[in-house]
Structures are given as structure tokens and as C-alpha cells.
């Protein structure tokens, strides 16, 4: 079974940027497609940002195209994501979620449902 730990969150000015990172333990996250979701108070958990296992493929909700970027250190067994151009709508908790996609190097996994593995979460605030 894999664990999962975020860190990096913190408080930030709009306009300002901030790097996430998920960290993984008791397995290589090498097979693993990871996924950042986020949940803002009051809102449901949504997603941000898909990675596949390759890191080949990537994909990311409409709000944070062009602003966030999802990345991958498998030496480190690590999973980052990059935000940039941080908004105030961007505040949230940050979590990370992993799922063996075994020989599968390339698929995307975008739904919550399809993740085994998450992580505690990590706050994110961006203030106006």
C-alpha cells in the first residue's frame, strides 16, 4: 500500500506562485497515475490536475490551464504541482491521489472515484 504526504501549502498574494509537492512511501509511485484534486470550504472536492506514470501525458481543469503544472520525479517519488498566477478562488486544501495503472504508462485518471490512494491534504491560501 502506497501513503501519500503533501507539503508545500502555505499563504501567497494573488498574483504570486507556490510549488505542492506529494511525496510517496511503501511503494514506488513509478506505476502509479497521480492526480491533485482540491476542496474549497463549503465546495465539493474537485479536480486539478492528471499525471500518468510515464509523465508523458498530462491534463488539467479548464480554471487552471496555462497557470498550474503537474510534474513528476520518480527518482524522488515525488509528484509536484506548480501554481502560478495563484488567484484567491485557487484557496484550498490540496490533495494528492495515486492509482497502479501497472504496464499502463499513459492513462489519465480524472475522477475522484478512480483513486485508491490520497493523501492528508495541504492548504493553499490566496489572499486578494
Known amino acids: 500500500q502506497v501513503q501519500l504526504v503533501e507539503s508545500g501549502g502555505g499563504l501567497v498574494q494573488a498574483g504570486g506562485s507556490l510549488r505542492v509537492s506529494c511525496a510517496g512511501s511503501g511503494r514506488t509511485l513509478r506505476l502509479y497515475a497521480m492526480g491533485w484534486f482540491r476542496q474549497a470550504p463549503g465546495k465539493e472536492r474537485e479536480f486539478v490536475a492528471a499525471?500518468?506514470?510515464?509523465?508523458?501525458?498530462?491534463a488539467y481543469t479548464d480554471s487552471v490551464k496555462g497557470r498550474f503544472t503537474i510534474s513528476r520525479d520518480n527518482a524522488k517519488n515525488t509528484v509536484y504541482l506548480q501554481m502560478d498566477s495563484l488567484k484567491p478562488e485557487d484557496t484550498a486544501v490540496y490533495y494528492c491521489a495515486a492509482k497502479n495503472t501497472g504496464s499502463d504508462y499513459r492513462t489519465l485518471i480524472q475522477r475522484e472515484e478512480g483513486y485508491p490512494y490520497w493523501g492528508q491534504g495541504t492548504q493553499v491560501t490566496v489572499s486578494s
Open positions: 499525471i500518468s506514470s510515464s509523465g508523458a501525458n498530462t
